[in-house]
């Protein structure tokens, strides 16, 4: 299979409507139905059902889509990495979202960086969900992830810190005089609904709290009284005075892991995953 009947295909897949795909990649319609019929031909299935009412997809058609987009974005994620590796060879990136663990993250760069040979790590701020992403399409070559939240499907990954979680609450708040608190006593406060952040997918949980998008939000709304929300412990780091840590006695443990695609064979790649290693913890509290 050639990378060009991929891509013709996965566009097909999207549109379910010839035409449209035709336009979309800038070609006639009979070449491209013409590519997808030596497509079926060559693996010897049916990808596409075509009739009077449309075009649907096929049971293999769907695994065909899945792998076309795994394979599209590993291709396109090998020539943008090549293009870093040309113009920055002793670099590294490092993706990691906006106001994560930065304690962490600056004992793993200045243990790197007192590493022999140790390349440079340019660190890539991203919003809530994105370095799964950047890892896959080439923009990043490591990232700092968080486990149960981010999408760590098909990446290698080293733990690094689990912690407990707390609930952010406005210092003048009743529930900031707590020493600690439950999820189902922070469930339904009216006046003060717990923050929703995004899910893998990009979309939100219904609820009556704000759709958070970064941190800065996130605090401002916290301090203005409008919100909670339940983050690492290590979340005390950036908190303003106008904002109080309750410790939750039953909130799942969150890990942060180093992660990087499962195929990189990068010497620098795997020189800080050494270092991360030897910076593992203990659960904190």
Not at 26 to 48: M, N
Not at 127 to 155: I, T
Not at 199 to 210: L, V, W
């Amino acid at each position: 299979m050639e990378t060009r009947e991929l891509r013709y295909f996965v566009t097909v897949a999207e549109e379910l409507h010839f035409s449209r795909a035709a336009e979309r990649l800038g070609i006639a319609q009979p070449p491209l139905s013409r590519a997808i019929q030596q497509l079926e031909r060559r693996l010897g299935v049916t990808l596409l059902d075509r009739n009077r009412r449309g075009v649907t997809l096929t049971g293999a058609g769907q695994v065909l889509l899945d792998e076309a987009r795994t394979i599209l974005d590993a291709t396109a994620a090998a020539a943008r990495r090549t293009r870093r590796a040309a113009s920055a060879p002793n670099h590294l990136t490092l993706a990691t979202k906006a106001g994560a663990n930065h304690e962490l993250l600056r004992k793993l760069l200045d243990a790197h960086a007192a590493e022999p040979g140790a390349v440079e790590v340019d660190v890539l701020l991203c919003r809530m969900g994105e370095q799964a992403r950047m890892l896959r399409d080439g923009r990043a070559d490591v990232a700092l992830m968080q486990r149960p939240f981010d999408d760590l499907a098909s990446l290698d990954t080293e733990d690094l810190l689990t912690e407990h979680q707390v609930a952010i609450v406005p210092a003048g708040h009743p529930l900031a005089a707590r020493t600690s608190l439950s999820m189902a006593e922070i469930s339904d406060v009216p006046e003060l609904p717990v923050a929703r952040w995004p899910r893998q997918d990009g979309t939100y949980e219904p609820g009556p709290g704000p759709e958070i998008h970064d941190q800065s939000q996130l605090a401002q709304l916290i301090a203005l009284g409008r919100t909670m929300a339940v983050l690492c412990a290590s979340s005390r780091s950036w908190l303003w005075n106008a904002h109080t840590a309750v410790p939750l006695t039953d909130a799942p443990h969150v890990t942060t892991v180093l992660a990087w695609p499962p195929h990189s064979r990068s010497r620098a790649v795997a020189g800080l995953v050494r270092t991360a290693t030897q910076l593992r913890q203990e659960p904190t509290t």
